[in-house]
């Protein structure tokens, strides 16, 4: 499965496709919002590039602080990206702030089975320095973190697990 994106462009593509006989609005696609799934989409396509971005850190040398905080933010628009799919709403998602443990807690009571068994360990880890912004600003380190390579597994493993449940649920898209 490719990403969002290109799922969308795909869309687009096959829209413009089927509306190109003399059709002036071959090249727009419309998706109304219905459940938040649109919203849904948008949180789950920029944790893409929050993974996508801690990943070029690496190219860079080493970059901890800020791969770890593209990381943090990537589980959490991941999470609240699927508590929207199954129904939440953005007052939902607001009262959870930018608490990990509480994003998966709730995906998990909306049905979320993480298929990456080192997920909850990463998320109990990473929580409290995402949580009091010690990625951002930096300070004394008294966490104890998972390594780089163990948490973009886990995130990218959400990533995709959750890429299923918000396309699966596309049919509540309405494309016009």
Same mark, same amino acid.
């Given at each position: 499965?490719?990403?969002?994106?290109?799922? @969308?462009?795909?869309?687009?593509?096959?829209?413009?496709?089927?509306?190109?006989?003399?059709?002036?609005? $071959?090249?727009?696609? /419309?998706?109304?919002?219905?459940?938040?799934?649109?919203?849904?989409?948008?949180?789950? &396509?920029?944790?893409?590039?929050?993974?996508? $971005?801690?990943?070029?850190?690496?190219?860079?040398?080493?970059?901890?602080?800020?791969?770890?905080?593209? #990381?943090?933010?990537?589980?959490?628009?991941?999470?609240?990206?699927? @508590?929207?799919?199954?129904?939440?709403?953005?007052?939902?998602?607001?009262?959870? =702030?930018?608490?990990?443990?509480? $994003?998966?807690?709730?995906?998990?009571?909306?049905?979320?089975?993480?298929?990456? $068994?080192?997920?909850?360990?990463?998320?109990?880890?990473?929580?409290?320095?995402?949580?009091?912004?010690?990625? =951002?600003?930096?300070?004394?380190?008294?966490? @104890?973190?998972?390594?780089?390579?163990?948490?973009?597994?886990?995130? &990218?493993? #959400?990533?995709?697990?959750?890429?299923? /449940?918000?396309?699966?649920?596309? /049919?509540?898209?309405?494309?016009?």
């Amino acid at each position: 499965m490719g990403s969002l994106v290109e799922m @969308i462009n795909g869309i687009s593509s096959q829209r413009s496709r089927m509306t190109s006989g003399g059709d002036s609005g $071959a090249d727009l696609i /419309t998706a109304t919002k219905v459940g938040g799934l649109s919203l849904a989409y948008s949180y789950l &396509s920029d944790a893409e590039a929050y993974l996508a $971005a801690a990943r070029r850190l690496d190219e860079g040398g080493s970059q901890f602080s800020p791969k770890y905080f593209l #990381l943090c933010h990537a589980i959490e628009l991941a999470l609240k990206a699927y @508590i929207l799919a199954k129904g939440g709403t953005e007052g939902d998602i607001k009262k959870i =702030r930018h608490d990990l443990v509480a $994003a998966l807690s709730r995906a998990i009571d909306c049905g979320f089975q993480p298929a990456n $068994a080192k997920l909850r360990e990463v998320i109990q880890r990473v929580a409290s320095p995402h949580a009091d912004y010690s990625f =951002r600003y930096g300070g004394r380190w008294t966490h @104890i973190l998972p390594r780089a390579e163990v948490f973009d597994a886990a995130v &990218s493993g #959400l990533i995709k697990d959750v890429s299923s /449940t918000v396309i699966d649920n596309s /049919t509540i898209l309405r494309i016009t």
